[in-house]
């Protein structure tokens, strides 16, 4: 039906825009931003660290919390490295990874292979949001 259009290699200048324009306001609201990505850590660290051994009841609305302590975690670490001229950034996932490991009481190996899945996901639901975006972009034009 739309053989033609989609052998195509088409440009979507509306796409490129919004997103050129997402990109300058997260660049611009580092803070706001960040709280942005970091809410999709929200689910994944609900469902992997849910019946931890040192907080078993955990829910969402601490898990978002939890996401804004990371959020300003990274944003202190990422102020720093600019005032040191140091590459700290390396540091965040340690440091997410040592603070996941307080509060919900697993053990390094633990702790380690549920953030790593949590990054996992977070990055899946990421990825397929943007999936669905570009699907939704395009079946709009084509068959807009």
Known sequence: MFYGKTAEAETFPDALAFMNQFM????ENTAWSMLLFMSVFIP???????HAPRHPRHNL???????VFMASL????????QLTV?????LFPICCIAT????FGYGWWGTLWRFSLCVVIGFGLVISVFIAGAVWF?????WG
């Open 74 to 81: 990274s944003l202190f670490i990422d102020t720093f490295a």
């Open 44 to 50: 994944p660290t609900w469902l992997l660290f849910r």
């Open 61 to 67: 609305p601490e898990g978002f919390f939890i996401q």
């Open 86 to 90: 140091l590459w700290l950034n390396i």
């Open 24 to 27: 300058t306001w997260a660049q």
């Open 138 to 142: 395009n079946a709009r034009t084509l």
């Open 100 to 103: 996941y490991r307080q509060l």
